[in-house]
């Protein structure tokens, strides 16, 4: 086996020549396509939630507690797994994710029990935060003036996974069964296993720190880093608005006057591709005028949208239109937001990364359930109106908090020492 890897080593497609670690335009469009596919695989049960507990012979409560594992999974791979791609050669740890995520998606194929059931969604979510880290390493290895166009590339594939993954798993479970369509999905995570260890170049760990030691410090990357502060508490609040308004409208149209069936609801994700296409006009943007600008033009625009959601719920074509904007400015300042936090250290992001998504994807949960539970107790206008708010306090975060270098550039903690272990910073390989 060794004298065949001498002679036969496996070389990453499109790789540069050896003096450049940089990935070129295909490495970053196929990283985008995995994240999608990684991202996606957390969604294709719920449209499909009758059907499976008719199949495991369980309530519909029983089967969405256990969809929940999901999500509960998904926060734990964030804190746990994103920092990984930092600590070992990515392209290892991530193809051990998506395998990770085949075999757990042809377990949920051939589960019996709905309680089997929460804990393979809860592997399966865990896995799934392989998109986070191929964000991590996509600025890691991008070139500097290009990072943020590459960002906005891979968020893409991130955001095309959040929508598609409901509707082709609905699509799939309507055609083939949801086992068989579970089936297809890790047929196609094993494929993107083996791809990620041929395409992704072959770089080793940027953290000099062991994993336990960086994971504890994790939560003291607050206190040293402003930028983090206040990208996490921005990106916060806007995550919180934007799930709000989902979990709220799809309650608002399943209530009369509308009374839209699931199917008729989930149609209106289809706006989401509008947000998803700014993200690249968003990464480019960011590489150009930086950071701030772009986030707050996002927020402006989001904001708007939000506020004419209140009372454009009986217009269908209004309704679609405000909520393109909206999923286009959000997703634009998330671009640009994350590209500061992956800016910190650009040798090693994930940790950074890691920190960011776990307070942002709390957000998120908190503005699901608020939401839902507010469109039916205040209504939808009201509930319109307060994410408005909410996304006009980021932006008033945003003004009244010093331009950093770190939302052009990437800064350390303190000049000419590394921020992953205090030593001075080897200067970056052109």
Do not use: K
Not at 38 to 55: D, H, K, M, R, S
Not at 152 to 160: D, H, L, N
Not at 356 to 383: C, D, H, K, Q
């Amino acid at each position: 086996m060794a004298v065949f890897r001498q002679r036969f080593p496996l070389r990453p497609f499109y790789a540069r020549p050896v003096h450049s670690d940089h990935i070129r335009g295909p490495v970053v469009w196929f990283i985008s396509l995995a994240a999608a596919l990684g991202t996606a695989a957390i969604y294709p049960l719920q449209p499909a939630i009758a059907e499976v507990g008719g199949a495991l012979g369980t309530s519909l409560g029983s089967v969405g507690v256990a969809l929940a594992c999901g999500p509960v999974g998904y926060l734990c791979g964030l804190a746990l797994l994103v920092p990984l791609v930092d600590q070992f050669p990515p392209r290892y740890v991530l193809s051990a994710q998506f395998g990770a995520l085949a075999v757990a998606l042809g377990l949920n194929a051939m589960v019996g029990q709905v309680w089997l059931l929460g804990l393979v969604l809860g592997v399966l979510g865990a896995c799934s935060s392989a998109g986070a880290g191929l964000s991590s390493v996509t600025a890691r290895l991008a070139s500097p003036d290009r990072r943020a166009t590459a960002l906005g590339i891979v968020t893409a594939g991130i955001s095309a996974g959040i929508l598609a993954g409901r509707i082709v798993g609905g699509w799939l479970s309507d055609l083939l069964g949801w086992r068989a369509m579970l089936g297809v999905l890790a047929a196609g995570c094993a494929v993107v296993a083996v791809a990620v260890l041929l395409v992704l170049p072959s770089v080793s760990g940027g953290n000099n720190r062991g994993y336990l030691a960086t994971l504890r410090t994790i939560p003291g990357l607050y206190l040293r880093y402003p930028v983090l502060r206040l990208a996490a508490v921005r990106g916060t609040l806007w995550f919180f608005a934007f799930c709000a308004v989902w979990s709220g409208i799809a309650v608002a149209l399943s209530r009369p006057p509308f009374s839209y069936t699931a199917e008729q609801i989930g149609l209106y994700a289809f706006a989401g591709i509008l947000g998803m296409l700014a993200t690249r006009i968003a990464g480019a943007w960011t590489d150009r005028v930086g950071a701030r600008r772009v986030v707050l033009c996002g927020l402006g625009l989001a904001g708007v949208s939000s506020a004419v959601l209140a009372v454009a719920l009986p217009s269908t074509v209004s309704t679609l239109i405000c909520l393109a904007l909206f999923d286009a400015g959000l997703f634009a300042a998330q671009v640009a937001n994350q590209s500061t936090v992956l800016a910190i250290e650009p040798g090693a992001p994930a940790r950074f990364n890691s920190a960011y998504m776990v307070v942002y994807f709390a957000g998120g949960s908190l503005g699901t359930a608020f939401g839902a539970t507010a469109a039916e107790r205040i209504g939808w206008p009201l509930t319109a109106l307060v994410t408005a708010a909410v996304l006009v306090a980021a932006g008033v975060v945003t003004l009244l908090a010093r331009e950093s270098p770190a939302e052009s550039t990437a800064v350390a903690p303190d000049e000419g020492r590394s921020a992953c272990d205090g030593t001075p910073a080897a200067p970056r390989r052109r």
